[in-house]
């Protein structure tokens, strides 16, 4: 950690610290200790700091979106299941105004038709999905270059 880094924020939401064990079929073996590992050093590399999270409660996830305000330049978020039924959660990414990148491990719009609603993702400088935990780490790059081009 460095003071005059930018931070950003990354968010895990429910059912997330079941990586590696949870449907590996689907979201595959890597743990979320091995991404926020993976996340810490390209954050490192390109000149950012890292704080990493998971929730598998919405009022939880709601308080450390709003505490990011005023500490965070920006925010890297997987909601899980929340990204399809949570209206909180998309009015606090509005409210905190602070760019956030969706990432799903999973093609959300190749699954089933509820997982093709995202209430998040209106509210978001972009999404990323469907590349594994290499999602994370290209939602840290846009991040980066959002936050470079302002
Ligand atoms: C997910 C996709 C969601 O639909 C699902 O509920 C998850 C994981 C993903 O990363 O692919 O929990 O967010």
Partial sequence: MSADRLRVLVLNGPNLNLLGAREPAV???????????????????????VECHQSNHEGALLDLLHGAMGRCAGVVFNPGAYTHTSIALRD???????????????????????????HVGAVCLGRIMGFGPQGYLLALDALRAHLAAR
């Fill in 27 to 49: 979201y595959g073996r890597t743990t979320l200790a091995e991404i926020e590992r993976a996340l810490a050093a390209h954050a490192d590399a390109l000149g950012l700091d």
């Fill in 92 to 118: 606090a990414v509005a409210g905190i105004a602070l760019p956030v990148v969706e990432v799903h491990l999973s093609n959300t719009e190749a699954r089933e038709d509820f997982r093709k609603v995202s």
